[in-house]
């Protein structure tokens, strides 16, 4: 069965440039989120879209965001990157069908900012 | 909000014993519950979920875990581990606001 597909799987980048994961969910599910995974750490809600609009917000830095396309891939935009960037970025998806939803996640992203 | 408490943070066994692994949560509405499992340098794999229902509930992989309202818990349970059940767990709820709010996981051991 397809999965979440993530890209790229690592990325290194230098402190206060930018950087884009995306993030193409599982075909037919219409709501993507992001989670953020620092070393040891559970993972934490960021942002989520629903059939390409925004619909919850979490731990998000301003520098940050995010945005969900006609396809229903979702790419997050970070900027001004920070050492404390440096996580693993989880995209999950799901259809959203109410009590029912269950989240689906993908390889995710190993961010290291240098 | 919802939070998540996850007692343990490192169990370690050996193979055939029992594990238990403890969640509590805390929210005052109708919760989802979910317990994942990420095996190392691999992501989040869903083990198995609670909606409504038989509060017990069976997963992938022999594992099962039994939600009980009355103490806000939905512990994992599998009666005889593995080596390759070597990972880090961990317990999520779901309110109204569909987003997951994760404990700070348990990572298991499991000795040959």
């Known amino acids: 069965a397809a999965g979440v597909i993530q890209s790229p799987r690592h990325l290194i980048k230098e402190k206060r440039e930018t950087a884009t994961l995306k993030c193409y969910p599982i075909?037919?599910?219409?709501?993507v989120y992001w989670y953020q995974q620092g070393p040891g750490q559970d993972p934490q809600f960021l942002i989520s879209f629903y059939e390409k609009m925004q619909s919850d917000k979490g731990s998000i830095p301003d520098r940050f965001s995010a945005q969900q396309f006609s396809d229903y891939h979702s790419e997050l935009n970070m900027s001004s990157l920070e050492l404390g960037d440096s996580a693993l970025y989880f995209c999950a998806s799901s259809h959203r069908r109410g009590p029912q939803e269950t989240q689906y996640f993908g390889p995710g992203t190993r961010l290291l900012v240098l | 909000a919802q939070s998540v408490s996850q007692h343990n943070h490192h169990v370690i066994l050996s193979e055939a014993a029992s594990l238990e692994l403890g969640c509590n949560y805390s929210y005052g509405g109708t919760v989802n519950l979910f317990w994942y499992v990420q095996y190392p340098g691999q992501h989040l794999q869903l083990l198995l979920k609670?909606?409504?229902?038989?509060?017990l509930v069976k997963g992938i992989k022999g594992f099962e875990a039994e939600f009980i309202k009355s103490k806000f818990s939905f512990n994992l349970r599998k009666p005889s581990v593995q080596w390759s059940d070597t990972a880090e767990y961990f317990c999520a709820v779901r309110g109204n606001d569909y987003k997951l709010s994760f404990g700070a996981g348990t990572t298991v051991t499991v000795r040959a």
């Open positions: 609670y909606f409504s229902g038989d509060p």
């Open positions: 075909p037919r599910h219409d709501t």
